[in-house]
């Protein structure tokens, strides 16, 4: 599976934004995909997740009312709309991939297809 992440940039807070995941290959494979960010100098931190068949989803509490994952299996994407945003949301944000179920979705490890991550600014 091969992921491609697009649509960040740099938005005023309070503003939304929407980035999206192109999958390509074996996507038939998929069963989570998985949103992360990752700010300078930190670890990167789980968004926000949806299983690919069935579209149940799972946020993190800092993003939850805020943020909104969303797949479309006719065209292998996967979107993030991301609205009242903050400074704090400012990462670079990567789409990922797991291909079986996971219990535990919300780290990075269970994921095995990365994208190449996507820049998100948030100013004040």
């Known amino acids: 599976v091969q992921l491609q992440a697009s649509g960040g940039g740099l938005v005023q807070a309070g503003g939304s934004l929407t980035v999206s995941c192109a999958a390509s290959g074996r996507t038939f494979e998929i069963y989570h995909m998985g949103w992360f960010r990752q700010a300078p100098g930190k670890g990167r931190e789980f968004v926000a997740a949806?299983?690919?068949?069935?579209?149940?989803?799972y946020y993190s509490d800092s993003v939850r009312g805020r943020f909104f994952v969303s797949r479309d299996i006719a065209k292998s994407t996967v979107s993030l709309q991301m609205f009242s945003l903050k400074p704090e949301d400012t990462a670079v944000y990567y789409c990922a991939s797991t291909r079986t179920y996971r219990r535990i979705y919300n780290s990075p490890e269970v994921y095995e297809y990365w994208g190449q991550g996507t820049q998100v600014t948030v100013s004040s």
């Open positions: 949806i299983t690919w068949n069935g579209g149940t989803t």
